[in-house]
């Protein structure tokens, strides 16, 4: 998964994006809480439904605007509680269950200013 947006990853990756989320911008969050025509697309929903053994994570203002805090705080939270930020690819957040249980014996939680380059 590449959030909130950056379509080159998937390219470069030779992959396809999670379903229904090649992106997820601040307009669609306030979609997710106004949905219509019965298209349910909340990131905050599905996302704990089927994490990702991999989210590249780009933390920027979107439109130098919008910060991810401010419209999918939820993300935020799922990386501290459920991913390992890699050390060198400061984007690249990795799942626990994935990793080797000593790489994350030093590791300590992920907070919001470790998310800024």
Known sequence: MVIPYNPDVYIYAGRLSMKKYHEYLPWEADYARHPW???ER???HDLPQDLPPVIYFDDYHVWGRWAPADFMPCVL?????D???DPVEKSVYIRRDRLDP????DAGP???SQNRN
Do not use: E, F, P
Request: with cysteine; charged share 20%.
């Open 37 to 39: 025509g019965g298209y």
């Open 77 to 81: 939270k799922i990386l501290a509680q």
């Open 102 to 105: 000593a790489a994350l014996k």
């Open 42 to 44: 909340d990131l905050c």
């Open 83 to 85: 991913y390992q930020r």
């Open 110 to 112: 992920i907070s919001s």
